[in-house]
């Protein structure tokens, strides 16, 4: 069984940092895309980020380009989210989520989510 | 970049096949595949179509994806109503760059 498991959220001042990890386990880590995907509390989804099972090829957001940066350690099967200069408006739950086959679009196993709160 | 414009809300009576739909506002609908997630209250999304209309393994086929290249949209029609189907619901695709959007979610309520 598929499992992902977030963690890192928190309460965090803006213009902070934070920086989010994901835990696969029960697939071959290494061999998947992941994404980062958040969603304000009763509001939408927003995807966030995206990285090849080898690294080489990383997408983002307009909204967090230039402020976030994605990450992997396939030896470790973790995905990380690194969070600088937040804002109060990525306050928001993030969901890692693993694709569902190599060349997917589209997620089939997602974490349960960790809460990140921007605010003073 | 696109946007993906779905109704806020849509209901139905148990027994009953009602239709959500996903509109892109640029670009073609059928160049990029849709996907169709289910989210219920205090609960991660789930996949329930993928690729414009293949069912995830445990997907009931009461759930069916489809691409309608005239209005330049997608549907998800579910058909059978449960109780259980309450939930809601967002289309998500991409872009060339592999960039995603989903669309803005659809509540379900089942009468």
């Known amino acids: 069984e598929v499992q992902l498991v977030e963690s890192g959220g928190g309460l965090v001042q803006p213009g902070r940092s934070l920086r989010l990890s994901c835990a696969g386990a029960?697939?071959?880590?290494?061999?998947?895309?992941m994404h980062w995907v958040r969603q304000v509390p009763g509001k939408g989804l927003e995807w966030v980020s995206s990285?090849?099972?080898?690294?080489?090829?990383?997408a983002y957001a307009d909204s967090v380009r230039g402020r976030f940066t994605i990450s992997r350690d396939n030896a470790k099967n973790s995905l990380y989210l690194e969070m600088n200069s937040l804002r109060t408006e990525d306050t928001a739950f993030y969901y890692c989520?693993?694709?569902?086959?190599?060349?997917?679009?589209?997620?089939?196993?997602w974490g349960q989510g960790t809460l990140v709160t921007v605010s003073s | 970049n696109f946007m993906l414009t779905q109704p806020h809300s849509v209901s139905g009576s148990p027994g009953e096949t009602v239709a959500i739909s996903c509109t892109r506002s640029s670009g073609n609908i059928d160049t990029r595949y849709v996907q169709w997630y289910q989210q219920r209250p205090g609960s991660a999304p789930t996949n329930v179509i993928y690729e414009d209309n293949q069912r995830p393994s445990g997907v009931p086929d009461r759930f069916a994806g489809s691409i309608d290249s005239s209005s330049n949209s997608a549907s998800l029609i579910i058909s059978g109503l449960k109780t259980e189907d309450e939930a809601d619901y967002y289309c998500q695709s991409y872009d060339d760059n592999n960039l995603w959007v989903f669309g803005g979610g659809t509540k379900l309520t089942v009468l």
């Open positions: 029960g697939f071959t880590f290494g061999d998947y895309t």
């Open positions: 990285i090849s099972w080898n690294s080489f090829t990383i």
């Open positions: 989520g693993k694709v569902g086959t190599y060349f997917a679009n589209y997620l089939d196993s």
